[in-house]
């Protein structure tokens, strides 16, 4: 079973540069996330997604913009990277439900220079 | 965004003690998760608990819903250096749907053989 896959799992980008964060489920959840974490501290939640199509912003959405066009896909897009966009990015899913588990990828490490 | 506040912050402690650490809010959540994570790694759920008053135990963990769902806390009892790691609690926003999955700050405890 593949759970959530991210990838990269490093990447290093120059100020102003642009990439995407590819995150894949195959446990067909329809909930969809996407957190940073910065060292030491918790996740603070980007933006999330409850169904194909449908996207809502969480916590710190700046800077970053997301896409849902099929129930396993959620890429996180950076446009413009900056240094305060160096961080861990986390992908995570989870079924529709009162209080279901999420299952999170490895993770994404970041660094804008 | 519904904010949840973990304490202590940081928690070192010998092998062998005991320790206990919180997370609250000023709102009421559906349900709150403890979930651990390890360095390089996605959080994985500890348990879940859905009833005001609830206590939940885990081998040496003994988790706690405050009666007015909008705290919780962890208590290990005998902590052994596996104990080690980020332990972050996060809330559901709504019951039923569920949307948002809430991450507190984390506490990061390491136990000391």
């Known amino acids: 079973n593949a759970g959530v896959t991210q990838t990269p799992k490093f990447r290093i980008l120059k100020i102003g540069q642009s990439m995407t964060l590819q995150c894949a489920q195959d446990?067909?959840?329809?909930?969809m996330y996407w957190y940073r974490q910065d060292p030491g501290m918790g996740l603070k939640l980007i933006y999330y997604?409850?169904?194909?199509?449908?996207?809502d912003k969480g916590e710190v959405p700046n800077g970053y913009n997301v896409s849902r066009s099929t129930t396993e896909d959620f890429p996180l897009r950076l446009e413009l990277a900056a240094p305060s966009q160096t961080s861990v990015y986390f992908c995570a899913s989870r079924p529709q439900g009162k209080s279901p588990q999420a299952f999170f990828g490895q993770g994404t490490r970041l660094t804008v220079v | 965004t519904q904010l949840l506040e973990q304490s202590p912050q940081f928690l070192s402690i010998q092998e062998g003690e005991n320790l206990t650490v919180y997370c609250n809010s000023s709102s009421v959540f559906s349900s709150l998760q403890w979930y651990r994570q390890e360095p390089g790694e996605g959080p994985v759920l500890l348990v879940t608990v859905v009833t005001g008053g609830e206590v939940k135990k885990l081998k040496r963990l003994t988790f706690q819903f405050g009666d007015a769902r909008k705290d919780s806390s962890l208590h290990i009892t005998a902590a052994q250096t596996g104990d080690t790691g980020l332990y972050l609690c996060?809330?559901?926003?709504?019951?039923?749907?569920?949307?948002?999955?809430?991450f507190g700050s984390g506490t990061q405890l390491t136990v000391l053989p």
């Open positions: 996060a809330g559901a926003e709504t019951a039923g749907s569920a949307r948002q999955l809430t």
């Open positions: 446990m067909n959840h329809n909930y």
């Open positions: 997604s409850v169904g194909a199509g449908i996207t």
